[in-house]
């Protein structure tokens, strides 16, 4: 898959998302990068997630989910997933990260 066709599937993605997380991605920005050195990592929350937040968190630099391209295509041709799936998928799992959910309370949710 080509990067741009890659790039839109994560537009719509995003585009996807309900309009309460929407509202509350501020200061967050979503970037493709080829891989990652673990391969399992599909994706990667770096930032204060919103629970953290507090008055010094203003001017801050934005919150970054990086979706790694070969890792989720990967993935799905191992599994025999959907990519444009995946990609929903990963991106909801790194926007809990960012809402403060931890992996293991995911886990716990029965949401991963």
């Known amino acids: ?56 968190y203003s001017l801050a630099m934005p919150d970054k989910i990086t979706l790694f391209k070969r890792n989720i295509e990967t993935e799905c041709g191992v599994r025999g997933l959907d990519v444009q799936t995946e990609i929903g998928h990963v991106i909801q799992h790194e926007i809990a990260h960012h809402f403060g959910i931890s992996d293991e309370r995911l886990e716990d949710m029965g949401v991963y």
Do not use: H, S, W
């Not at 929407?22 to 399992?40: C, F, P, Q, S, T």
């Not at 599909?42 to 953290?52: A, H, I, T």
């Open 1 to 56: 898959m080509t990067r741009k066709e890659f790039e839109k599937l994560v537009r719509n993605a995003l585009k996807a998302l309900p309009k309460r997380f929407k509202e509350k991605l501020r200061n967050v920005d979503v970037v493709i990068e080829d891989g990652a050195k673990e391969r399992a990592l599909m994706g990667l929350y770096e930032g204060v997630p919103l629970k953290d937040r507090t008055q010094e």
